[in-house]
């Protein structure tokens, strides 16, 4: 019931809303075109040109039939405007990156921790370093708990060790923990 009647209100107005523009329509006075000009207007010259202010009609510049100096020479005027003349803020790479500013002192000493990545030999000095250095100066003499890396025992070596394990598994394990404080000593001298 209440759509019936919300369909037949929506016609009503409807209907009432197309008589109102039938009446404006037929109150309205009719205007006559104004006469076309016969005689087609010059194309625009350089003289034009040089009296445009970014004001100007500049549509009769860019018309077709208009000589291709007197459109550049329109348009460089247009676009001469300082209101054209506003960067973006997207012009990222605008800049002229060749020219530079040195380092000033506090950004330089902001660098320390870089330091040791510029200057390799100076990591010579730190313990870890040391280590490897004796691990590849002597192999043969080195004990396992001053190189990095353990020595792998050959295939042949392999029984006599794990009888020594056996017999001593204690040994072992403490050759493990002396390496792992060698290791955790160095990268607390020098964390990475």
Known sequence: MEAESFFARWSKRNAEAAEERQQAAAEAPTVQPAPAEDTPRPPPTLEEVAALTPDSDFKPFV?????????????????????????????VYIDDYSKFQPMTPQILSALNHAQALLDPLSQIENPLMRLLQQAVEAPDTAHPAESAEPAEPS???????????????????????????TRNQASHDDPI
Do not use: C, T, Y
């Open 63 to 91: 018309a077709r039939g208009v000589d291709e100096n007197v459109r550049r020479s329109a348009m460089k005027k247009l676009f001469a405007d300082p209101h054209f003349n506003v960067m973006d803020g997207l012009d």
């Open 155 to 181: 295939d042949s070596a392999a029984p006599a060790a794990s009888a020594a394990a056996g017999a001593n598994p204690e040994a072992g394990e403490e050759q493990a923990q002396d390496i792992n404080r």
